[in-house]
């Protein structure tokens, strides 16, 4: 089975940019998509289900043109959560908790902090929030996907001397990432196969980063301890480039 998770920055955009025929070809099972940015009237869903995506979740935020989350399955989605009592998750559609053949799939569009100080004070809280989200899910076949908007380690930003402690790269969201990788107890399945140093998943669109490869990987497939062993591959799909993001494509035993 393959779940790809793809900060797309613009369902429409994407769309214009030949996604469709992307996804047709890549063939994932599941596709967890952040920052949709677009609601259901504003885009042709039935583009989806014309390639093999009966099932859809769509949740988009209040505000027109931002944020957003979705799920396209090639199976049944079920027992599906989109809001949780709070402010920021709910009014941004920020998360999207759902069953899927037997998984539990968590998928997430962490805020950026890199506006101003008080939305760095938002995803904080966001953090501890999610924590609490999730505890349900550690036991259970659970994947936790999404754009995080976290560097977790030196090797994952491409200038961690003069980017440390800059949002996105703070001691409090690194020790948070800790956190999910240990007490937690959920795996970081693209370092199980990769630990090399250069591999980012988000470039800015500014002074040719994507060329230079002067990026950050913070888009995320995590999976608890009782999927672990059947994870056979995380990878990262640079080619694809419909998005400032690249997708991460996992691949499990079914």
């Given at each position: 089975m393959k779940i790809i998770s793809y900060?797309?920055?613009?369902?429409?955009?994407?769309?214009?940019k030949g996604i469709i025929d992307w996804l047709s070809a890549v063939n994932a099972d599941i596709v967890c998509l952040q920052e949709i940015k677009a609601t259901p009237e504003q885009i042709d869903?039935?583009?989806?289900?014309?390639?093999?995506?009966?099932?859809?979740?769509?949740?988009?935020?209040?505000?027109?043109?931002?944020?957003?989350?979705?799920?396209?399955?090639?199976?049944?989605?079920?027992n599906i959560k989109t809001q949780f009592n709070d402010a920021i998750i709910d009014?941004?559609?920020?998360?999207?908790v759902a069953e899927i053949n037997n998984l539990t799939v968590?998928?997430?569009?962490?805020?950026?902090?890199?506006?101003?100080?008080?939305?760095?004070?938002?995803?904080?809280?966001?953090?501890k929030k999610y924590i609490q989200i999730i505890q349900p899910c550690k036991n259970r076949e659970t994947i936790l996907c999404g754009d995080f908007n976290i560097c977790h380690k030196p090797?994952?930003?491409?200038?961690?001397?003069?980017l440390n402690g800059v949002p996105?790269?703070?001691p409090e969201e690194r020790q948070w990432m800790d956190e999910i990788t240990t007490d937690e107890g959920f795996v970081d399945s693209f370092?199980?196969?990769?630990?090399?140093?250069?591999?980012?998943t988000w470039w800015s669109y500014m002074a040719k980063a994507r060329e230079r490869n002067a990026g950050?990987?913070?888009?995320?497939?995590?999976?608890?301890?009782?999927?672990?062993?059947?994870?056979i591959d995380c990878k990262h799909l640079v080619k694809a480039a419909h998005s400032d993001h690249c997708p991460v494509l996992l691949t499990i035993e079914e």
């Open positions: 900060n797309i920055n613009g369902i429409r955009a994407a769309v214009r869903l039935s583009l989806f289900k014309s390639i093999g995506y009966q099932y859809i979740v769509w949740n988009p935020a209040q505000k027109k043109g931002y944020s957003g989350t979705a799920i396209l399955s090639k199976f049944p989605v079920e009014k941004e559609g920020r998360i999207i968590v998928n997430a569009y962490f805020p950026s902090g890199a506006a101003k100080p008080e939305r760095q004070q938002i995803k904080l809280e966001f953090l090797i994952d930003i491409h200038d961690p001397i003069r996105g790269f703070t370092r199980n196969f990769n630990q090399a140093p250069g591999n980012y950050w990987r913070i888009d995320y497939q995590l999976v608890s301890k009782t999927l672990n062993s059947k994870v």
